[in-house]
């Protein structure tokens, strides 16, 4: 019985995994519409890039930092 739960809930854990990385392509996807190009890091829909600091633009978040990582508390690694 042990091994069937255990085995459940790492099914249940990749499920969720897989949700939050969706929840990410989702945000990134919103990000290239509104910006015309994907970020050069997450951190960027998080916070204002050097670029859009300097562009004066009007920045909002898309992203809370707990998005950008897996349930495991790991970042999600990004690469453009």
């Given at each position: 019985v042990g091994k069937n739960v255990f085995g459940q809930s790492n099914a249940a854990k990749a499920?969720?995994?897989?949700?939050?990385?969706?929840?990410?392509?989702?945000?990134?996807?919103?990000y290239k519409l509104e910006q015309n190009s994907f970020p050069a890091r997450l951190e960027d829909l998080i916070t204002p890039s050097a670029e859009m600091k300097k562009s004066g633009g009007v920045?909002?978040?898309?992203?809370?930092?707990?998005d950008l990582k897996d349930i495991w508390g790991s970042n999600f690694v990004y690469i453009q």
């Amino acid at each position: 019985v042990g091994k069937n739960v255990f085995g459940q809930s790492n099914a249940a854990k990749a499920k969720l995994n897989d949700v939050k990385m969706n929840n990410v392509k989702n945000i990134l996807q919103q990000y290239k519409l509104e910006q015309n190009s994907f970020p050069a890091r997450l951190e960027d829909l998080i916070t204002p890039s050097a670029e859009m600091k300097k562009s004066g633009g009007v920045f909002t978040p898309l992203a809370d930092e707990g998005d950008l990582k897996d349930i495991w508390g790991s970042n999600f690694v990004y690469i453009q």
